[in-house]
T-cell receptor
Framework: TQLLEQSPQFLSIQEGENLTVYCNSS?????LQWYRQEPGEGPVLLVT?????EVKKLKRLTFQFGDARKDSSLHITAAQPGDTGLYLC??????????FGKGTRLSVIA | EPEVTQTPSHQVTQMGQEVILRCVPI?????FYWYRQILGQKVEFLVS????????KSEIFDDQFSVERPDGSNFTLKIRSTKLEDSAMYFC????????????FGPGTRLLVL
């Protein structure tokens, strides 16, 4: 069973600060996705990464897939209150179903 | 932008009753999935569906659960005799091609079994 470990579990920061959250596993993944989930809603896709070492940017969000395709990070620059939410990573390994991490709950305080 | 829709948004039912959760996939997507998320826990895979057949299912997806695409547009999840522990958010997701493609999630149905 593949496990995706996300850290930290909770993060509370001031508006304007930078932060990085992590998604780690001992398994190699063919692709990895980051989602953001608001309370009572479905996960909303932010990005998909497929190549080891790949870096993708989405405005103030930077996503990196590890060289060995076992881990990923999400960096947010100058966090804003609108970034508050639950950030989930999810990944595939071969033909296995999509596996989710437990998420990092981010709170950005104005 | 095309999106996955789900109905109802909320469902309250008595233990032992049957429920049907409905999903309308993105129109050109061929792979459909159901997931559930018990309050405070991970999103968990239930089942994947392609070409009118179940392609994979998890241990959670026991004989109480079934899926079908009754009319070529809706994709449904039926729970035949609900249990208290079936209370959760149920998410439908769809992808364009192979199941390793990026999946797009619906807003979910919150099921409460009393």
């Amino acid at each position: 069973t593949q496990l995706l470990e996300q850290s930290p579990q909770f993060l509370s920061i001031q508006e304007g600060e930078n932060l990085t959250v992590y998604c780690n596993s001992s398994s190699v993944f063919s692709s990895l996705q980051w989602y953001r989930q608001e309370p009572g809603e479905g996960p909303v896709l932010l990005v998909t990464v497929v190549t080891g070492g790949e870096v993708k940017k989405l405005k103030r969000l930077t996503f990196q897939f590890g060289d060995a395709r076992k881990d990923s990070s999400l960096h947010i620059t100058a966090a804003q209150p609108g970034d508050t939410g639950l950030y989930l990573c999810a990944a595939y390994s071969g033909n296995t179903p999509l596996v989710f991490g437990k998420g990092t709950r981010l709170s950005v305080i104005a | 932008e095309p999106e996955v829709t789900q109905t109802p948004s909320h469902q309250v039912t008595q233990m032992g009753q049957e429920v049907i959760l409905r999903c309308v996939p993105i129109s050109n997507h061929l792979y459909f999935y159901w997931y559930r998320q018990i309050l405070g826990q991970k999103v968990e895979f239930l089942v994947s569906f392609y070409n009118n057949e179940i392609s994979e299912k998890s241990e959670i997806f026991d004989d109480q659960f079934s899926v079908e695409r009754p009319d070529g547009s809706n994709f449904t999840l039926k729970i035949r005799s609900t249990k208290l522990e079936d209370s959760a958010m149920y998410f439908c997701a769809t992808s364009h091609r192979a199941h390793s493609e990026t999946q797009y999630f619906g807003p979910g149905t919150r099921l409460l079994v009393l």
